[in-house]
């Protein structure tokens, strides 16, 4: 499964990756906006949107391509390593196709 993280900390990437291949993810990580995330984010199984990192306009042009593309959103309010275990935990358990599902 692959997973594109929007916001967080940049200190913490590292540890974002980390957790993903936890659970059996490949994630890309985009702590800051670097140009157009539009090109960037591909289509991946589930967007992860940290809403107090990144500006509004961000969170709204990266809404509206997932719409487009129908890719999964999950809003977190808070950039910790526990809220992102805790939605890859809760996706699994839906989808199926993770490592930590099985």
Same mark, same amino acid.
């Given at each position: 499964?692959?997973?594109?993280? *929007?916001?967080?900390?940049?200190?913490?990437?590292?540890?974002?990756?980390?957790?993903?291949?936890?659970?059996?993810?490949?994630?890309? +990580?985009?702590?800051?906006?670097? /140009?157009?995330? =539009?090109? =960037?984010? /591909?289509? $991946?199984?589930?967007?992860?949107?940290?809403?107090?990192?990144? &500006?509004? =306009?961000? +969170?709204?042009?990266?809404?509206?391509?997932? =719409?487009?593309?129908?890719? $999964? *959103?999950?809003?977190?309010?808070?950039? &910790?390593?526990?809220?992102?275990?805790? +939605?890859?935990?809760?996706?699994?358990?839906?989808?199926?196709?993770?490592?930590?599902?099985?």
């Amino acid at each position: 499964m692959s997973v594109v993280i *929007i916001g967080g900390n940049e200190r913490m990437v590292a540890q974002y990756e980390t957790i993903c291949r936890a659970h059996g993810c490949k994630a890309k +990580v985009f702590a800051k906006e670097n /140009g157009s995330l =539009k090109k =960037k984010i /591909g289509c $991946p199984d589930l967007l992860i949107l940290f809403i107090s990192t990144v &500006s509004h =306009k961000m +969170v709204i042009s990266v809404t509206q391509e997932a =719409k487009k593309n129908r890719i $999964p *959103i999950a809003h977190v309010h808070t950039s &910790s390593a526990t809220a992102l275990k805790t +939605v890859l935990s809760e996706h699994c358990a839906r989808c199926g196709k993770c490592a930590m599902a099985q």
